[in-house]
């Protein structure tokens, strides 16, 4: 079994992941990282995307991120969440309706919309799609 590190992943409502880990593998701003066991510590800042990581046992889970930041500990991993859920968690019906709703809003002409608001909800609908289908 390979060597764990804690991970922990929390929103200001609750926590969502605490738990030991062998690898996380999170969406930072820069582009996708990994870590393991004694990384360099380091801290970053998350866009909208799918935080991978293998539990304790070796089990593959995912959990949507929606911006943060990450702090890389050489035993811990702590990402601090505007917003997360874990993929099981997921309500496929209800991102297909942000995602049909940002898409209305964004094809509105009409100059009353906020398109960058737009954006980044068409933007967290699709990853939350993407991420039940994997």
Not at 18 to 37: D, M, N, T, W, Y
Not at 54 to 79: C, H, M, S, W, Y
Request: aromatic share 6%; net charge neutral; charged share 30%.
């Amino acid at each position: 079994m390979a060597e764990s590190l804690f991970l922990e992943v929390v929103t200001p409502q609750k926590a969502i992941v605490s738990e030991e880990v062998q690898i996380v593998v999170a969406p930072g701003s820069e582009g996708e990282f990994g870590v393991l066991k004694n990384h360099t510590t380091f801290l970053t800042s998350l866009k909208v995307g799918s935080l991978r990581y293998k539990d304790a046992i070796g089990k593959e889970r995912f959990v949507f991120i929606n911006q943060g930041f990450a702090e890389v500990l050489p035993d811990r991993v702590t990402i601090l969440a505007e917003s997360a859920e874990r993929r099981k968690n997921i309500d496929t019906e209800r991102c297909q309706q942000a995602k049909d709703r940002a898409e209305k809003r964004l094809a509105d002409e009409s100059g009353e919309v906020d398109s960058v608001r737009a954006e980044a909800a068409l933007m967290r609908a699709v990853q939350r799609i993407a991420m039940v289908k994997v």
